[in-house]
């Protein structure tokens, strides 16, 4: 059975597209998007030898091997352009998410969806989507088995109907003084922050004890910015929780 998180990325495809899967590891994604019917076909992308034989054997299990092509590969170089519509790159920090994307740039002409799961560095991720003409149109945080996830979905900005920008506009909280600044949206998540769920708290209160924790091992000048940094996110913090 998939994990609810991949259950999650899996339901962001829209049905019947050609899907890319990237970093696939045991190909559980594809292998339920097209057992499902959701996807017709499906490439499986693995630059690591283990991760790519694990994929090679669920999908022949699952007597796909005629719609799901275990490739391996670099990023996006396993997928030749205008070959598919969806590209999945989940379980990676986002500055690996981003570079791949960034080598693989000539590789997203025809794709009208990314559906990505940075486990950390989200807010790299948000900066290059955003450099890149891609518009976030999802944002979801879950926690499954003590972890916390965040899922962001993207469409090419030439198809969107209204412009990144405006994600990222400073925000002035409802009913506070308080203004979140577009560097905040970055790390925050400018759809997560207008509608936050209790993970988002959690995630964030995590955060701020996290940086409590460098403090209180860190040097004086270095401290001087970790609790500036805290200072400014238990504000942030507090205060939405008070006002949303
Ligand atoms: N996507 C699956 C998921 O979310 O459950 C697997 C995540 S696993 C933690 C990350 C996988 O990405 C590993 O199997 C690793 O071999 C693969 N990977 C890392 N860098 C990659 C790259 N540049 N191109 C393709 N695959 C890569």
């Given amino acids: 059975k998939l994990s609810q998180r991949l ?43 283990g991760p790519l034989r694990a994929a090679q054997k669920q999908v022949a299990e699952a007597g796909l091997a005629d719609r799901i092509m275990v490739r391996k590969g670099d990023g996006l170089a396993v997928i030749k352009a205008h070959e598919v519509d969806v590209i999945t790159i989940a379980g ?26 940075p486990n950390v560095g989200e807010d790299i991720l948000r900066r290059w989507l955003i450099e890149h003409q891609w518009v976030l149109t999802g944002e979801h945080i879950m926690e499954e088995d003590g972890k916390i996830y965040e899922i962001l979905t993207a469409i090419p900005a030439s198809e969107s109907p209204f412009k990144q920008d405006e994600l990222y506009r400073p925000w002035e909280l409802p009913g506070s003084s308080l203004v979140l600044t577009r560097d905040w949206l970055m790390q925050l998540g400018p759809l997560l922050v207008k509608k936050p769920n209790k993970v988002f708290f ?43």
């Fill in 202 to 244: 959690r995630k964030w209160k995590l955060e701020i004890r996290k940086l409590q924790d460098v403090m209180a091992q860190v040097s004086r000048s270095e401290q001087e910015s970790a609790q500036h940094k805290q200072e400014q996110l238990r504000k942030q913090i507090e205060q939405l929780e008070e006002v949303l």
């Fill in 92 to 117: 990676m920090g986002g500055a690996l998410i981003a570079s791949i994307l960034d080598q693989g740039k000539d590789k997203l002409a025809s794709v009208k969806q990314l559906v990505l799961q």
């Fill in 7 to 49: 259950q999650y990325i899996m339901e962001q495809i829209p049905a019947g597209s050609r899907l890319a899967d990237i970093g696939s590891d045991h190909g559980l994604l594809p292998v339920a998007a097209v057992r499902s019917g959701r996807v017709p076909q499906a490439v499986a992308g693995e630059v690591n030898d």
